[in-house]
């Protein structure tokens, strides 16, 4: 069975910086895409960056320049490093293995509260 676990989230003023892990079992991790995602408070579920199984990324417009996604595939773990933090980035943010199923039908981790203060 899936198991996804995030971590690295926090408070942090506008224009900082964090890194968010996430820890991915169940799966055969070197061969799936991996995405993150967020979940702001009354919004839907947003994609904001995924890396193909070979390394390509792909970024929401919203996040471009300011987050970078990676993957580290002896460790099973996805990263999204985030700069530049705005108010706006204020979300829960979970990853996802890439698999094309609709959100409710897969398995999400707790996901990693990020907050950023103006």
């Known amino acids: 069975q899936v198991q996804l676990v995030e971590s690295g989230g926090g408070l942090v003023q506008a224009g900082g910086s964090l890194r968010l892990s996430c820890r991915a079992s169940?799966?055969?991790?070197?061969?799936?895409?991996m995405g993150w995602y967020r979940q702001a408070p009354g919004k839907q579920r947003q994609l904001v960056a995924t890396?193909?199984?070979?390394?390509?990324?792909n970024y929401a417009d919203s996040v471009k320049g300011r987050l970078t996604i990676s993957r580290d595939n002896a460790k099973n773990t996805v990263y999204l490093q985030m700069d530049s933090l705005k108010p706006e980035d204020t979300a829960v943010y979970y990853c996802?293995?890439?698999?094309?199923?609709?959100?409710?039908?897969?398995?999400w981790g707790q996901g990693t509260q990020v907050t950023v203060s103006s």
């Open positions: 996802n293995p890439e698999n094309g199923l609709g959100y409710d039908q897969r398995v």
């Open positions: 169940g799966i055969f991790f070197s061969i799936n895409a």
């Open positions: 890396i193909s199984n070979l390394g390509m990324t």
